[in-house]
């Protein structure tokens, strides 16, 4: 069979292709053997994550087991097939591809009929803003750094106005296209310097089991789409340094790099400090100088993601540096006060709420970072023996040793939501390394039930404790309402008490509300709400005070405050992700009770306020009367 590129490793014909010699011709030209097992494989599980989320809605004792099964059902073959090293170069992208393409769908039919997750409802008020003002770069009340990064919306609202789709479904057409472009990239980077397309499937394999990118990376939010084009430009520039370069790839390189800046800024941060990585490692190792005829340099690259990420964030977007640089600022001191033994560790495998995980929850989400972590030094040794001459290789192996430093990170409670979020980028190194390791010889072992049989209870466990450690129990499938549970809090009565402020008091009012009533106003309503991170705004006083007293009376005043929202549940539930109104609530500790209906009746007994909705668990009052000039 012919080889893909110059020193690819040549996959024996699959067995079921030796039928006759007339059938293995037209396979081996087609290379697509085991594609349709793979995709009607994939299709099975992907109707039993399908069911799983209809018997969660019914509250159904079998929906979780089922949820499990289907995803070990939807990646477990792929990894058995990459391993038994049978596969042509076509047939492993075929399955990788697949493999994305399934895990998105699993994401997308948890909540089908609109954005429910807190990010997404975030980006849609951009998108709705572009589709009503026709401009860009509008205001943003719920996220201020969105309209200044606006590629996911500029895209997905370019589509709809092409195609007549509504704004969700034009969403899942851009996000199912951007898997594809992620899944491709990853393969043809990996492939690019490892000269292996097995080894390349399986870095893609691995890089599918990272805790972000079954639901956060399949989500209507820009490091969705970011991740994509990063990833694009990492594999044209790999394929233009190892095949020379042609006309059409630097035209490609530069939109695409400009597209992920103007998309998001961590993802379009962390391209340019790889290609920086890229660029320094090549020069240490000398590999221009060892070769004849040497190949592009990866450094004008660098200098032009860096620097147009760093000109957009200045020039165009310095919102950017405030949201992005306190959260850093205190992450990495809790981190130094951690060391010291000044600060106390986080309790992982434990909600705000103060719920704690199963057991067998917490044997497997354990489970998953120990074979990771157990693998990874095997992998890296790997890597060392045959790519050590690769500066690719070399930075990616720098990213998989972030990996054992940000579980650390994990142990404080800023630094556990930084390092959650950096799974999507330290897996490119980990995948690879790994997948070095798999593929260090043909052994037949990798053919024999037994070694089958701990390869796929490895893979469940890594694929299910990703899942574990990187979304909350309350969050994988839909079920009953609860308080301050993003997706699980999003209800009709909500949606319908926001679209009536919108019809009957009109757009752009100054509202307050809790954590999820104020998104939903904010979206559904098009109000004008208060960002609960203004160090100004104290939300949690203004509806927990038994009285309008002179600070809820200036907070009204000072920033224009027409209505606000009360919802009756805050009074019978606790807030599943630590507070009801904003974070600055944890810093006096989860609360134990939910909030007092005391808080919430004041609204009822001061004369100068105005009901102007209720339908029975959300009202609506008019407190501009409360926003007289009070003195100190």
Known sequence: MGRGIVGMETAAAPPVAQATPRFTALVARLGLTWVPGL??????????????????????????????????????????????????????????????????????????????????????????????????????????????????????????????????????????????????????????????????????????????????????????????????????????????????????????????????????????????????????????????????????????????????????????????????TRATTQIIELVSGEADTRTIFQSASGEVAPAWERIVGLGSVAVLTALLPFGLLEAWRRYRHSPVAWVMAIVALGYPLALAGRLSPLGAEIAARTPEFLFLGVGFCIAAFLTRRRSPEWRSWRWSLLVAGAATVVLIGGVIVGVPRWARLPGRYLVSADARSLEPNGIAAARWARAELGPDHRMVGDRTNRVLMGVYGHQEVLLANNSRVNLSAFYRSFAFGAPQRRLVAEQRVQFAVVDLRLTMLLPTVGFYFQKQELDAGSPITPLRAAGLGKFDTEPLLDRVFDNGEIRIYDVSSLGQPVSP
């Open 39 to 328: 995709a009607l494989q994939t299709a099975g599980a992907f109707f039993l994550v399908s069911l799983a989320n209809m018997g969660a809605r019914a509250e159904a004792p079998w929906a979780e087991g089922l949820f499990w099964l289907g995803l070990a059902l939807l990646y477990v073959p792929v990894g058995l097939a990459l391993l038994a090293g049978r596969m042509t170069r076509s047939e492993v992208i075929g399955a990788i591809v697949i493999l994305g393409v399934g895990m998105f769908l699993c994401e997308a039919v948890t909540y089908p009929l609109g954005p429910a997750s807190f990010d997404e409802l975030l980006h849609t008020r951009t998108a709705q803003d572009v589709i009503e003002s026709g401009r860009l770069f509008g205001s943003n009340p719920l996220l201020p750094v969105s309209p200044y990064y606006p590629g996911l919306e500029n895209v997905t609202t370019a589509l709809r106005s092409l195609s007549q789709l509504d704004l969700w479904p034009s969403s899942i057409v851009v996000l199912g296209i951007g898997r594809v472009l992620f899944m491709l990239s990853i393969f043809l980077f990996v492939e690019a310097f490892a000269t292996s397309s097995r080894l390349a499937g399986l870095a893609a394999l691995v890089y599918a089991a990272n805790p972000r990118f079954l639901y956060f990376d399949s989500q209507f939010a820009y490091e969705s789409l970011g991740l994509p084009l990063a990833a694009f430009v990492l594999a044209t520039v790999a394929m233009r340094s190892r095949q020379g370069s042609s006309r059409l790839e630097l035209p490609a390189i530069v939109l695409a790099t400009l597209a992920c800046v103007v998309t998001h800024p961590v993802t379009s941060a962390m391209l340019g400090a790889f290609l920086v990585l890229w660029t320094v490692a090549r020069l240490i190792l000398g590999i221009a100088r060892r070769r004849h005829r040497p190949s592009p340099s990866p450094v004008l690259v660098a200098l032009f993601a860096v620097g147009a990420a760093a000109a957009w964030a200045f020039l165009v977007a310095p919102p950017v540096l405030d949201y992005l640089g306190p959260p850093v």
